[in-house]
């Protein structure tokens, strides 16, 4: 079963709603809604840990698959899960992969790459997660206010510096 099945599956077993749920996790309504309707293998881990943590259940249990140590990365002293590769891993672990034709498996391992380009740019995902708990007029201020921070060269990237964002 996929991410959104097994969230509604729960949902049932422990008596509750999503709305239930948005209240008690603190998750919007519409996040959640758009988990299940979506039904698909993976949303952000931040939104795993925190309905599973409502819940009190594991991740393996809401994922559909295991979570293994090696699939924890250590990052900003805190700990991230790349859930698509983590479900990727699963996969791999549970034999799936082996009867994708080979050029199947070369654009597979190719999108992946892709994904995990996407996926391991945490300041992105850390902004767009304070972002999205903001109201309408919260997110035209900070819109307003990043716009004001990209006036100042202090704090503008250095064209020519590929190295800049260091730390």
């Known amino acids: 079963m996929a991410l959104g099945t097994n969230l509604k599956e729960i949902l049932k077993q422990k008596n509750m709603t999503i709305k239930d749920l948005s209240k008690k996790a603190g998750i919007s309504v519409n996040t959640l809604y758009s988990i299940t309707k979506r039904d698909g293998k993976m949303a952000r881990f931040d939104i795993i840990k925190k309905i599973c943590e409502t819940l009190e259940i594991k991740e393996s249990e809401l994922l559909g698959f295991d979570v293994q140590p090696e699939d924890y990365e250590e990052q900003n002293s805190r700990r991230n899960l ?11 672990r549970n034999g799936y992969i082996s009867n994708i034709p080979p050029t199947q498996k070369e654009l597979i391992q190719a999108f992946t790459g892709m994904v995990e380009d996407i996926t391991d740019n945490n300041k992105h995902i850390e902004l767009l997660s304070h972002f999205d708990n903001l109201n309408d007029t919260g997110k ?21 510096n590929d190295n800049q964002d260091q730390e």
Do not use: F
């Not at 790349?82 to 791999?92: A, G, P």
């Open 140 to 160: 035209e201020k900070a819109i307003e206010q990043v716009e004001l921070l990209t006036k100042i060269p202090e704090y503008k990237k250095d064209p020519g």
């Open 82 to 92: 790349r859930v698509y590769e983590v479900h990727r891993n699963s996969d791999l």
